[in-house]
C-alpha cells in the first residue's frame, strides 16, 4: 500500500515538472522562433495581389444594356 502512494506521488511531481517546463520553457520558445519565421517570410516574398480572388468591376448602367 505504501508503494502505491509513492509511486502516485512520484507521476504527480513527473507530471508537474513537465507542464511547468512546458509553460516557461516551450512556450516563449515557440512564440521566438514563429516571430522569427514570419520575420523571414516577409523578407523574402514579394506579395502578388492579382491572384487575391474575384475583382470588384464598377459597371455603368449604359454599358450592361
Request: a negative charge; charged letters at 30%; aromatic letters at 10%.
Amino acid at each position: 500500500m505504501k508503494t502505491y502512494k509513492s509511486n502516485k506521488i512520484v507521476k504527480f511531481i513527473f507530471w508537474l515538472a513537465i507542464v511547468i517546463v512546458g509553460i516557461i520553457v516551450i512556450s516563449p520558445l515557440i512564440d521566438k522562433l514563429s516571430s522569427k519565421l514570419y520575420k523571414s517570410s516577409l523578407e523574402n516574398e514579394d506579395l502578388d495581389f492579382d491572384d487575391m480572388g474575384p475583382e470588384i468591376v464598377v459597371v455603368n448602367k449604359g454599358e450592361c444594356e
